[in-house]
């Protein structure tokens, strides 16, 4: 999205609403599918569900290349938002096989490959963007979903999953496992889990809405000179009351996304070092403290362009610190017949904070950048907390 709208804005003229909204369809397709799939995947299983959102991310994410208006890029992404929560149902699968003192590395190893897909994106759209054009860019992603289709007969179900829907399993000796009943939503707010639920929902906001905003605020940023005026609108909104201005990215904008991307890939080690030595509860609150003393520096005015950056590089590592733990903390909580669910659930409100980011991070930062980041260090400073009174720590838990 960082890469992708700034051209799309320029090729249509959109207005700062316009551009705000092609953000928030994203975001409201994955809270409308993390609603479904969590449901399907406990149902019927965690292969077939990845499988079919895969499908529909590489298929519907191709068709938009062809967008003849704005209004089918919103159909269309909204779609592919759909399809993407689905395929998160590999964490679901990863934590169900993994012993649990391989867990935190083995999750957040996952959210490592997942960002170095996200630093090819950035790579792809420098080289692809200014010559080609955005179209390009959304056709050439769709190349490594379809791909992974194609190690669909190699892909293991989760053996939980499998045993708990009565599918066939590899040969082994493999204890039957005795289903009640099947999980529903209403059991993740049983007397055991009510707590927890409730403190877990809101940190998968508070994660969700930081971790987007600090990727969507980087281009922000670099376009306003907010220490001179950090109360008027950027340049892109400036050069014309109609909205029709735009501001491409340079290839030193591309320089600096790329470079607090790689801050995702850097964090991530001290995440698993520290959710295995002090637990999850503590590596939470100690990333969203972490993120919001960093945008606290930035509420003083950076000078430097590259001061700016280096505070963005650590606000962008630790946030993804803490939505990698949050992603690890809600499948250890649950027990296997509401553990998708439960995690989809997450899923869901996040995609609330990811709905509402775009409207901090764009239409607000235009406004008043001050206020942006103070409306960002307050919803890390309430996770923080959260964090630390969460009930039950899962650092070993055994899985149900």
Known sequence: MTVLFPAVQCE??????QSTLLSVVVFTGMMFGAAFWG????????????????????????????SPTIYWLFILRFVVGIGVVGAIQVEVILIEFVAAKYRAAA?????????????????LAWAV??????????????VPTTLFLLLWPVVPESVRAAEMNRCSLPAGRLRAAV?????????LFHAEYRRSTIQMLFIFFAATATYYGAALITTELFSVDYCAAPNVTSSSDASSSDGCGCSS????????????????????????VLSDLIGR????????????LSYLVLLTCVGSTWGVTVILFVVRGF??????IIHLYAPELFPTQIRAIGTSSGYFVGRIGAMITPLISQLLLRRSVHSALLVYTLICIVGAITALLLPIETKGRRME
């Open 12 to 17: 249509w003229h959109l207005s700062g609403l």
């Open 107 to 123: 999750m957040i190893s996952l959210r490592a490959i997942e960002n170095i897909g996200g630093l090819f994106e950035v790579l």
């Open 39 to 66: 449901v399907t995947a406990d149902d019927f299983g965690r292969k077939p569900t990845i499988f079919i959102a895969t499908a529909l991310v590489a298929y519907v994410g191709f068709l938009t290349s062809f």
């Open 281 to 292: 509860r503590r590596t939470l609150a100690i990333c969203q403290i972490v993120v919001a």
């Open 179 to 187: 289903v009640e009943h099947r999980g529903r939503l209403g059991d």
């Open 319 to 324: 946030a993804m610190g803490s939505a990698a």
């Open 129 to 142: 963007v200014p010559t080609l054009g955005w179209r390009y860019l959304i056709a050439f992603t769709a």
């Open 249 to 272: 990215l340079s290839s030193s904008d591309y320089g600096r996304i790329l470079l607090t991307s790689l801050a995702e890939l850097a964090i991530l080690p001290i995440a698993i």
